[in-house]
């Protein structure tokens, strides 16, 4: 699975201007629920439910909300580069300004797994999220969150 799969350049938010974490769920479930054809409100629930069993701040200015909802056909991602960093109540107490949504069929099982993994490593690379931090053009961001692992090495 690469993150291709996962996003479409539409699904890239260059400057989130949310000022707290509720806030950005709030405009990541909107552009969600427009990019998928939900209700808005039922992501945002889902996320919001998600976040009660624990952060998805995972670290390093980093945050992958992710839910599961029965009505989706396929995983859907939202890229959100934030334009100040927001308490996101992370793991390790930093502010998050790179968010990557995740959303899944309830049905996924291990495809929903791969996903959060393959974004998790993506993200635990300090180049990528130099140069994710280094832009606010939305093409920049998506070109380097699909670039291939291989063209990234060179």
């Known amino acids: ?9 539409t699904a ?3 400057n989130l201007r949310a000022t707290s974490k509720k806030q950005a769920l709030q405009d990541l479930a ?4 427009e990019l998928t054809g939900l209700h808005e409100r039922a992501v945002f629930d889902v996320l919001l439910e998600r976040e009660r069993l624990g952060t998805t701040g ?17 995983l859907h991602g939202l890229f959100a580069r934030c334009e100040r960093p927001i308490n996101f109540e ?14 899944a069929p309830e049905s996924a099982g291990a495809d929903h797994l791969k996903a959060l993994a393959r974004v998790s490593r ?21 070109a380097l969150l699909t670039e291939s692992p291989a063209s990234r090495a060179a």
């Open 1 to 9: 699975m690469e993150i291709a799969d996962l996003i479409t350049p």
């Open 12 to 14: 890239v938010i260059p």
């Open 30 to 33: 909107k552009r969600a629920a």
């Open 58 to 74: 995972v670290g390093n200015g980093i945050a992958i909300p992710h839910g599961k909802l029965p009505s989706l056909e396929r």
């Open 90 to 103: 992370s793991i390790d107490e930093q502010p998050v300004d790179l968010i990557f949504l995740l959303l």
């Open 122 to 142: 993506l993200l635990r690379d300090k180049g990528v999220c130099e140069k994710l931090r280094g832009t606010d053009n939305g093409d920049a961001l998506y």
